[in-house]
T-cell receptor
Framework: DTEVTQTPKHLVMGMTNKKSLKCEQH?????MYWYKQKAKKPPELMFV???????INESVPSRFSPECPNSSLLNLHLHALQPEDSALYLC????????????FGSGTRLTVV | DQQVKQNSPSLSVQEGRISILNCDYT??????FLWYKKYPAEGPTFLIS?????DKNEDGRFTVFLNKSAKHLSLHIVPSQPGDSAVYFC??????????????FGKGTKLSVKP
């Protein structure tokens, strides 16, 4: 298995909803990442998990809450989002935190209404 | 302040010819550079990388050139194929020197290879 699987592929949620994005990999990678990408912009790093511990939080608002239950799984819990949070959310993994040859998932297209 | 710049939003090339995608960076601490390719509805795919101790790295049809003095790198695709049509992201980071930094992406260049 050489993939990073993200679910759902599309999500529409209201500003009062609570939802979660899921990311899974079975490559034995020990670093996992959440990126946010707006249209015609580069991917922007949100969070880094290194050996299941949160190592980087790029000043992301608390309405985004990451979770790494185990080495294969990464979640992003969403609550009280704003319309400007609508974007493509990309998960990536790498063998270690110092290996930048990331494997990216296909992303979750999030629309906040 | 954009540390990694891809000044050409798009590039159109004829099949069989060379595609040259350019990337400039401002942070002299960057010592590791990568190119990613992204098709619509898919995540970016790692393509090729180069560390600052080299000035060239080749992998099949793809070659990355690094000019440290100019803070410039380029990706050459020879020969270009229609399947190469995608958005190409340049990315950079500090890996070997000092404390490790995050991977910083450019805005991307959309390459269209016409049959």
């Amino acid at each position: 298995d050489t993939e990073v699987t993200q679910t759902p592929k599309h999500l529409v949620m209201g500003m009062t909803n609570k939802k979660s994005l899921k990311c899974e990999q079975h490559m034995g990678h020990r670093a996992m990442y959440w990126y946010k990408q707006k249209a015609k912009k580069p991917p922007e790093l949100m969070f880094v998990y290194s050996y299941e511990k949160l190592s980087i939080n790029e000043s992301v608002p608390s309405r985004f809450s990451p979770e790494c239950p185990n080495s294969s799984l990464l979640n992003l819990h969403l609550h009280a989002l704003q319309p400007e949070d609508s974007a493509l959310y990309l998960c990536a993994s790498s063998p270690s935190p110092t290996d930048y040859g990331y494997t990216f998932g296909s992303g979750t297209r999030l629309t906040v209404v | 302040d954009q540390q990694v710049k891809q000044n050409s939003p798009s590039l159109s090339v004829q099949e069989g010819r060379i595609s040259i995608l350019n990337c400039d960076y401002t942070n002299s601490m960057f010592d590791y550079f990568l190119w990613y390719k992204k098709y619509p509805a898919e995540g970016p795919t790692f393509l090729i990388s180069i560390s600052s101790i080299k000035d060239k790295n080749e992998d099949g049809r793809f070659t990355v050139f690094l000019n440290k003095s100019a803070k410039h790198l380029s990706l050459h695709i020879v020969p270009s194929q229609p399947g190469d049509s995608a958005v190409y992201f340049c990315a950079a980071s500090v890996v070997y020197g000092g404390s490790q930094g995050n991977l910083i992406f450019g805005k991307g260049t959309k390459l269209s290879v016409k049959p």
